[in-house]
Structure formats: structure tokens, C-alpha cells
């Protein structure tokens, strides 16, 4: 027996039991596994809450409630314009334009100021009219042959010399002043957007894996905290004639179909979200523009400034490969492949901080990359609040930044920049554009005016939530129940030396 227990391994007679581990895809793992959504819904929670007060409360339950999420479906004109136009009528879609116009005459009639509301009595009457209106006129779009060129209309010129370089000084100086108030925050209110980095939690670690204290990164936002720039009020908001977006009215969630092929091989229509068109109706595009998209992917805002018909070139830029992909794969759904727009529209691939071409581009339009806050909150595949990614989260307002900067650099003179971002965030939003103006008067000597957008989004405020929260520089539309677009920060900037 002695001998026997020598010719084998203990181990071999006694068994050790091993506790069985599952792998990373078992159920029981992603179960005590915190998703990269729930992650970002903590940090929007802990984040958002100090912004938007009770406010986030509504925010946050229009955020989850993708069911209700509203877009708009813009109509392609190098489609059978007509028919998409009547068959969207059809559904009860209306045209953008339209109401806008509407409510923009019942505002003049009634004298209404930025701080009056329209009655939803009133609200109702005007989409009534409109939409009787519709239904008993014949479409009168005619449509638009791929073949023809644009339309040849003098082209709009910024009459520069009535500008005057703007001399950066302190927000505490240009309150003192006795110029315009309304869109300057001194430095000492206690959630002033001009010290955007008192917004960011500080006694909150973000990342928990890196010890990584979030206002660590965006300290360096209080070097611009003590400049200001001249903020100069737009009245109206100009739609294009080509350009044809349909949406439903408020509370109506109702979802698109699917686009058909028209005879032209093209789809019909595609859908953007309801917000996304802020943006490029901010550029303000006339005929004979030369248009930068630095950022472009998957490419659904350059395809609207193409429907407008105007831009005598558009270049669609993305970074990676895989974008430039997404926007080339959008460009064979809705371009037919005959037609003279392939010697307008380019797709290049390159780091749009770095893009160098001088005095070319006057309509620059920088979609930056963000936080997505919508979609994180969605969707775990590729997001940005993974754990492998915090340091790239956390880099993203120094990015941002140097897009906007480089944007700012390369526009000629007299040209327009519009900054957006699909995000809540303070930090990423005024407080980028706010350190970007900032940087490029000091390191390039260009200075900008920015646009005040208020009073000429007004006729559009029964359909979207445009939320004011102290921004000082650009505009937001919010989420809510009723109006669940965005968000979308937009901000027009125009260089004036």
C-alpha cells in the first residue's frame, strides 16, 4: 500500500475542489458589471443636477424615453421633390418653413417680446391655418433636375467695415460699461457661465479606476474667464428655398416611414434629429459659399447644406477611415450617380485641428466630437463612458477646443463659424467656445462677433425647448416630454478682423 501512495501524486488521488469561474459574457458577470450607460447616467445625475437644477429632473426622463425621441425628415432634392412633398402632407407632416413663417407674422402682429408666451389657443390656430392651407393649395415645388446648376443669386456680402476690432477685456469691466447686459454674466455670480469649471463636480471622482479628480482637467477654462467678446443680436432666421423640412407638431411622437427610391435611383427623404438642423441653418448658406464640414460623419448635416443648393463646394472631413466610410455609404443612398454634384461635394480624411487651407472656406461648420449624451445613455458598444476610455472623456473639451481654434484661424475674413455639440455640458459648450475666441485673438490676432440667435429662434419656440441656463454665447435646445429634440448646443461666430 506504502508503495503504492509513492507511484502517485497526492493530487491525483485527492481531489481540490475549484470554485468554477464564468466567463466575461455569462449572465452572472454582466450582472454585477456596471454598464457603461449606467455610468453615464450617474455622472449626468451627479453632473447635470448642479446645472440645470429641477430642471434635469424632466431632462433626464425626455433623455431615456428614446420611444418619443422627435426627428425631422428633410427631402431630397435630387429626388422627386413634388411627391415626397405631398406624400409627407399626406401623413400630417408640416413644412418647417411654414410655421415658421406663421408664427414669426403672429409675433409682429401681436408685438410679442422674447419674454411673452403664445397661448396654446393660439399655438393650434396657427397649425389649423397652416395646415388647411396646405391641403387645398397645389404643391407648387417644382422638381429640381441634378443636371442644373445652382441658383445664380447675388451672393450676400458681411459688410466688414462696419465692424470694429473688438478689444478683450473683463467681464466685470463690460458690465460697467452701459453696453448690453443681457448676455453677460459677471465673473462673481455664483454659477456664472463665464467660471463654466465651478459647474464641474469636484468632490466627485470620475473614472473611480484612475483617481482622476474631473476639475483637475478643466481648470485651465478660468484663464478665459476674465475676457469677453462682442455679442451682436440676429433677427431672423433664414430657410433656404430649396431646402424642405418636415416635422409633426408638439406632443406628436410620430415616426417617419421608410424612405422610398425615387426614379432618380436616390431615396426620398432621411431623417435627422428634430435639433440637428440648428447648425446648419446657422450658417446662414448663399449661393456661391465654399463650406467646411470639419467633422462631418456620419455626414447627415452636410447633406442638408447640400439640399439648399447653394454652396458652390461643400469638403465632408472626418479623421478615420471608418467615418469617412459612414459618410461615403450616406452619400450613395441620396446622391444618384449622375448629376454635376460630385464636382461640388469632396470627402477628405484628415485631423481637422491640423487642416491648413487658408482662405478658402467662408462657411466653416465644427460638429465636434462629444459626449453624445443622448446616445450614451442607450448604447454600450463604443461608449465614450467605458472604463478604457475616461482619459478620452476627460480630454474632450482640450479637442474640442482645438478644432474651434483651428476653425477660427483658417475662415476668411467676413466668414462664418458655428460651433455644436450634441451635449448638456457647460464645460464643453460656452466654455469652449468662450477659451477658443480667447486663444485665437492671442495666438493668430482674429477676432469675432457672436451671433445673439434669440430673438430669431422665437417663432420656433412652441416646437422646441431652447433652454437659457446662464449661457452667455450660444444657444441650447433641451429635451423635454413634449419637445424631445437635442440637445443641441449651436453657437455662430462671425470673424471680423
Known amino acids: 500500500m506504502t508503495r503504492l501512495f509513492e507511484s502517485h501524486k497526492l493530487f491525483n488521488i485527492f481531489k481540490v475542489p475549484v470554485r468554477y469561474k464564468n466567463p466575461d459574457h455569462h449572465w452572472s458577470v454582466l450582472k454585477k458589471k456596471k454598464r457603461s450607460t449606467q455610468k453615464a447616467l450617474e455622472h449626468f445625475d451627479d453632473f447635470y443636477k448642479t446645472v440645470y437644477g429641477e430642471d434635469w429632473k424632466n431632462i433626464r426622463s425626455a433623455l431615456l424615453n428614446n420611444k418619443e425621441h422627435k426627428y425631422v425628415a428633410i427631402v431630397n432634392n435630387f429626388s422627386d421633390v413634388e411627391r415626397i412633398s405631398q406624400e409627407l402632407e399626406t401623413i400630417g407632416a408640416i413644412d418647417l418653413k411654414a410655421i415658421y413663417k406663421a408664427f414669426e407674422a403672429t409675433m409682429k402682429n401681436d408685438e410679442l417680446k422674447e419674454d411673452d408666451e403664445i397661448h396654446t389657443k393660439d399655438q393650434i390656430t396657427v397649425l389649423q391655418n397652416i395646415i388647411a392651407q396646405k391641403q387645398e393649395e397645389v404643391t407648387k415645388y417644382k422638381k429640381i ?43 462673481s455670480s455664483g454659477i456664472a457661465s463665464s467660471q463654466l469649471f465651478e459647474f464641474v463636480p469636484t468632490k466627485q471622482l470620475i473614472g473611480m479606476d484612475d483617481w482622476v479628480l474631473e476639475s483637475d482637467h478643466y481648470n485651465y477654462y478660468k484663464e478665459g474667464s476674465d475676457f469677453t467678446i462682442k455679442v451682436v443680436e440676429e433677427t431672423e432666421l433664414n430657410f433656404p428655398d430649396a431646402l424642405k423640412i418636415y416635422t409633426y407638431e408638439e406632443g406628436n411622437h410620430s415616426k417617419f416611414p421608410k424612405a422610398k427610391t425615387g426614379s432618380t435611383g436616390a431615396a426620398d427623404y432621411f431623417c435627422l434629429d428634430g435639433a440637428s438642423i440648428f447648425p446648419v441653418l446657422s450658417l446662414d448658406l448663399q449661393p456661391a459659399d465654399t463650406m467646411l464640414d470639419m467633422c462631418a460623419a456620419p ?124 451635449s448638456l455640458s457647460p464645460v464643453q459648450n460656452d466654455g469652449v467656445v468662450q477659451m477658443s475666441l480667447k486663444r485665437a485673438y492671442e495666438e493668430y490676432n482674429v477676432v469675432f462677433v457672436v451671433k445673439d440667435q434669440t430673438r430669431a429662434l422665437l417663432p420656433l419656440k412652441y416646437l422646441y425647448n431652447f433652454g437659457d441656463f446662464g449661457l452667455k454665447y450660444g444657444h441650447i435646445v433641451v429635451p423635454s416630454k413634449s419637445r424631445n429634440s437635442g440637445p443641441m448646443y449651436f453657437c455662430k461666430m462671425v470673424r471680423v478682423q
Open 145 to 187: 433636375d441634378p443636371e442644373d446648376e445652382y441658383p445664380t443669386v447675388e451672393k450676400k456680402k458681411l459688410p466688414i467695415d462696419q465692424f470694429q476690432p473688438t478689444q478683450l477685456q473683463s467681464i466685470e469691466t463690460s458690465a460697467s460699461s452701459g453696453d448690453n447686459k443681457s448676455r453677460v454674466i459677471q465673473s
Open 299 to 422: 455626414g447627415g448635416k452636410s447633406m442638408m447644406a447640400l439640399q439648399t443648393l447653394y454652396p458652390r463646394i461643400i469638403v465632408a472631413n472626418d479623421i478615420q477611415t471608418s467615418r469617412t466610410n459612414r459618410i461615403n455609404d450616406f452619400l450613395e443612398e441620396f446622391l444618384p450617380d449622375m448629376g454635376d454634384w460630385r464636382e461640388k461635394f469632396f470627402l477628405t480624411q484628415s485631423d481637422a485641428r491640423h487642416i491648413d487651407e487658408q482662405n478658402i472656406y467662408n462657411k466653416i461648420l465644427v460638429d465636434v466630437p462629444c459626449t453624445t449624451d443622448r446616445h450614451v445613455l442607450h448604447e454600450d458598444e463604443n461608449n465614450i463612458f467605458k472604463g478604457t476610455r475616461t482619459k478620452e472623456r476627460l480630454r474632450l473639451p482640450q479637442l474640442q477646443s482645438e478644432i474651434l481654434v483651428n476653425a477660427l484661424k483658417i475662415v476668411v475674413p467676413g466668414g462664418t463659424v458655428v460651433y455644436s455639440t450634441c
